[in-house]
């Protein structure tokens, strides 16, 4: 019996030995389970901070470049609009009535408004060939003058004027009884954009043209923008 109970001490004696070995490697397998997990967390908080990074470094990069895009857009905008400026600042037209052949016009019984068709200058397109009208492309100081011509007749005198927008602005007229009627006038108008200068030829009175001499003449010109 004391035999067997020496026998199980021994066995236990090594079973302890045994569990003590055990412990001390789980002790140190949670150690550098441990080690692991913190390297790992270092290397995730590290990869983090390093996607952080990259995002803000994104994001400012992002930023800038809608800057620049704006500033250039900005800057293209300034210059299409000092191109546009520059070109409405240059406004200038001539025309005459006749493109060929010759002709009387009236008399009327009312006032009718009067195309010239042959262009001879018309610097910035506002004068338009098919109507007979100045379109104002800018608002400013314009120049306008014309130049009328018929024959001369006991009943009948040459003349025409100027409206803006349908309001008449001036007249020019002349009667001669035989030779030539000439009649010129000239005004100086404050347009806004979009505004209409035209001429209407003078109730009851005869207007004469040739293609080749052109004496009917309408001109207008842009003296400066306000």
């Known amino acids: 019996m004391s035999g067997v109970l020496a026998g199980l ?93 010759s002709e009387t016009l009236g008399p009327f019984n009312a006032h009718t408004n009067l195309i010239f068709r042959n262009v001879v200058t018309n610097v910035g397109n506002a004068y338009n060939a098919n109507t007979g009208f100045f379109t104002a492309p800018v608002r400013g100081a314009y120049h306008f003058e014309f130049y009328i011509y018929g024959h001369g007749h006991p009943s009948h005198g040459a003349g025409a004027a100027l409206f803006k927008n349908g309001d008449h602005v001036i007249l020019a007229y002349e009667h001669q009884s035989s030779l030539a009627a000439n009649a010129a006038n000239g005004v100086t108008l404050l347009l806004e954009v979009g505004d209409v200068v035209f001429l209407r030829q003078w109730e009851t009175t005869r207007i004469s043209d040739t293609h080749h001499n052109h004496h009917n003449t309408f001109s207008g010109q842009l003296l400066f923008t306000l």
Do not use: C, D, P
């Open 9 to 101: 001490k021994v066995e236990m004696r090594y079973l302890q030995h045994e569990n003590e070995e055990q412990a001390k490697k789980t002790r140190e397998l949670e150690q550098q389970y441990q080690a692991q997990s913190a390297k790992v967390n270092q290397l995730e908080s590290q990869n983090t901070e390093m996607k952080q990074q990259y995002q803000e470094q994104a994001a400012k990069l992002a930023a800038e470049l809608l800057t620049i895009k704006s500033r250039a857009n900005t800057t293209e905008n300034h210059v299409n609009a000092l191109t546009r400026e520059g070109e409405v600042k240059r406004v200038a037209f001539s025309a005459s009535l006749l493109t060929s052949g």
